[in-house]
């Protein structure tokens, strides 16, 4: 019983545990009738203070937005000034400057790499034109190209180089695709 009278007597702020056995506490037989109503008189006012505090700032809130908008301020310019600001804070931040130059030297690591693949298989398609067997093949494709021509009644070129030949076989195709000489189809229904 002392340790209870000595704790209500202590000027110290409660702590949780002394709110939940405050709360549970039921204080009503120990007060007064006159106690009771100056409380609930109390507690009225407070109730009417609070409400009107909140129409208060209700109010400020409604002219903070009509002074908003008579400045041309509105929700989205807010918002982007917001994010500007945000983004140019970030900007300064150590960390992203660390991160940009890594990204960026890995970028340019990356372009060099690419660059070199490039290179390096613009070479190999080089290396393998000039190759026995892709000359074989392009002597082929000529020797085909010639007899086709000769067959259908194109003139004779007497060979000329791979590129030549594929520019004049794309050129007679789109002859006869435009209608071109009937005389090369009269021969092959012969």
């Given amino acids: 019983m002392e340790a209870q009278a000595q704790g209500l007597l202590e000027t110290e702020p409660l702590q949780g545990r002394d709110e939940d056995t405050v709360?549970?506490?039921?204080?009503?037989?120990?007060?007064?009738?006159?106690?009771?109503?100056?409380?609930?008189?109390?507690?009225?006012?407070?109730?009417?203070?609070?409400?009107?505090?909140?129409?208060?700032l209700s109010a400020?809130?409604?002219?903070?937005?009509?002074?908003?908008?008579?400045?041309?301020?509105?929700l989205m310019n807010e918002l982007k000034?917001?994010?500007?600001?945000?983004?140019?804070?970030?900007?300064?931040?150590?960390?992203?400057?660390?991160?940009?130059?890594?990204?960026s030297h890995a970028g340019q690591k990356a372009t060099a790499a690419?660059?070199?693949?490039?290179?390096?298989?613009?070479?190999?398609?080089?290396?393998?034109?000039?190759?026995?067997?892709?000359k074989s093949f392009e002597e082929r494709v000529e020797t085909t190209v010639t007899s086709l021509k000769t067959k259908v009644g194109g003139a004779n070129h007497g060979g000329g180089?791979?590129?030549?030949?594929l520019s004049s076989t794309a050129h007679a195709s789109a002859q006869s695709a435009a209608g071109g000489?009937?005389?090369?189809?009269?021969e092959l229904q012969c």
Avoid at 83 to 103: C, G, I, N, R
Avoid at 181 to 186: D, G, L, Q, V
């Fill in 23 to 56: 709360t549970s506490a039921d204080f009503s037989n120990m007060l007064s009738e006159e106690e009771k109503e100056e409380l609930k008189a109390e507690l009225v006012q407070l109730e009417d203070e609070i409400t009107t505090l909140r129409q208060v």
């Fill in 60 to 74: 400020k809130e409604r002219h903070l937005v009509e002074i908003k908008q008579k400045l041309g301020m509105n």
């Fill in 81 to 103: 000034q917001n994010f500007s600001k945000s983004w140019h804070d970030m900007q300064t931040t150590t960390a992203y400057k660390k991160t940009h130059e890594t990204l």
């Fill in 114 to 134: 690419f660059s070199n693949v490039g290179t390096a298989i613009s070479k190999k398609f080089g290396d393998m034109r000039n190759s026995p067997t892709f």
């Fill in 161 to 165: 180089s791979f590129e030549e030949v």
């Fill in 181 to 186: 000489p009937r005389r090369a189809e009269e």
